[in-house]
C-alpha cells in the first residue's frame, strides 16, 4: 500500500475543504514515494489547490505516509493493522468488529486500498461505521477495475450508494473512478448515485482496462444508522410495492 500520485493529488483536494480536529486513523501504514514519472504532477497539484509547499517537503525517511498526512492538515494520524510489521499503533483484525473502545472515536478514516484485502467486506465496512464519530469522514482508495490478482475484492460504485448512503444514510461526498496512471486516454468519472434513474450504472467506454481506482468520501450524520440489509438500487426500484422475502432495510437497525 502507498500513496502515488493520484492519490496525493486527491488528499491534497481534500485537505483545501476538511480538516479533522479530533483522532485520525490510516488503515495500514501507508507509504510516500515520488515516482519520477510523475514528479512535475506533485509540485502542479500543490499550484492548483493553492498549498504552499514543494512536493519534497512532505517525505519522511523511513518511506511512511504520517508526514504528508500531518503536513496537509490531517493531524497525528493512527496506523491501524492486522499485524505489527510495519508498525501499526493499533492492531485489529477488519474481519471482527472493532471493541468498544474504538467505537465513535474518530473524525478522520482514510483507507488507501486496506479493505479489498479484507475477506469480510460487510463487517469491515460496519466496523468503519462504527469508528467514525458523527460528523467523521471516511474516505476510500481500492481498485476497481485493472487490479487482478492485487486484492481479493475489486469494488462498483454502486456499493457506495447502496451501503453508505441508502442503508446507512450518510452523506455521500464525492464517488468517482480515478485512472492510476494519469496518463491513460481515459480520465476520471464522477459517478451519481443509480436510484435517481432506477437503472445500473453505464460504464462502457468510460474506465479503462488499466488499474482504475474507486475514490470515494462519505460522512456520518445524525440521521446515519447501520441497516439490517442493504439492497442493489435498481432491484430497490424495482421490488417496491411488491412482497418480498423476508426483512427489509427499513427494519430495525443493529445495535
Known sequence: MGVDYVTFD???????RFKPEGRTLMLGRQGFKIKRRDAKR??????????EARRFDFLQEDGYAET???????????TMDFSDYEGASILHDLNKRPPKELENQFDFIFDGGTVEHVFNVPVALEGLYRMLKLGGRLVSLNGLNGWYGHGMYQFNPELVWTFWKRAC???????????????EPYEQVVFGDP?????????????GPGRTYLYYE?????????????????????????????QTRFEDARS
Open 10 to 16: 486527491r488528499l491534497v483536494d481534500l485537505s483545501t
Open 42 to 51: 506533485y509540485e502542479a497539484s500543490l499550484r492548483k489547490n493553492g498549498v
Open 68 to 78: 504528508l498526512m500531518r503536513k496537509l492538515g490531517f493531524g497525528e494520524m493512527e
Open 169 to 183: 444514510n450518510c452523506e455521500v461526498i464525492d464517488c468517482r473512478a480515478i485512472p492510476e496512471d494519469p496518463t
Open 195 to 207: 436510484a435517481d434513474t432506477g437503472r445500473r450504472l453505464r460504464l462502457k467506454k468510460k474506465i
Open 218 to 246: 462519505i460522512e456520518k450524520t445524525s440521521k446515519s444508522r447501520l441497516p439490517k440489509i442493504a439492497l442493489q438500487s435498481d432491484y430497490e426500484t424495482k421490488w417496491q410495492g411488491h412482497d418480498t422475502a423476508g
